[in-house]
């Protein structure tokens, strides 16, 4: 079992950024793949950004390329997603999650151990 606690959401203005971590407890994290997902009101979940477990098979959504960096910091067990240049078509909860393909798969169904997401609101 891995639990994983997202935080750092927030409201933000258009153009701001903001900072997200995923801490996870559990089964060894530093194998792990991660991703980051996101949920907009009334919207599907959509993929947003995957990193290996040794910082490779690093792959972002179109949505996000050159805005968005995804790291982690396998010492602390956590996952980060710097969000930069925001629009207001980000605002969603985000989800950190598990990738069982270990790949850094886009696929929703490829990922296990949701945390309970951070909401990030961007103003226009």
């Known amino acids: 079992q891995v639990q994983l606690v997202e935080s750092g959401g927030g409201l933000a203005q258009a153009g701001g950024s903001l900072r997200l971590s995923c801490a996870a407890s559990?089964?060894?994290?530093?194998?792990?793949?991660m991703g980051w997902f996101r949920r907009a009101p009334g919207k599907e979940r959509e993929f947003v950004a995957s990193?290996?477990?040794?910082?490779?098979?690093?792959n972002y959504a179109d949505s996000v390329k050159g805005r968005f960096t995804i790291s982690r910091d396998n010492a602390k067990s956590t996952v980060y997603l710097q969000m930069n240049s925001l629009k207001p078509e980000d605002t969603a909860v985000y989800y950190c999650?598990?990738?069982?393909?270990?790949?850094?798969?886009?696929?929703?169904?490829?990922?296990?151990?949701w945390g309970q997401g951070t909401q990030v609101t961007v103003s226009s």
């Open positions: 999650a598990v990738d069982r393909s270990g790949y850094g798969s886009s696929t929703y169904a490829d990922y296990d151990y």
């Open positions: 559990g089964r060894t994290f530093s194998r792990n793949t």
């Open positions: 990193i290996g477990w040794i910082g490779g098979y690093i």
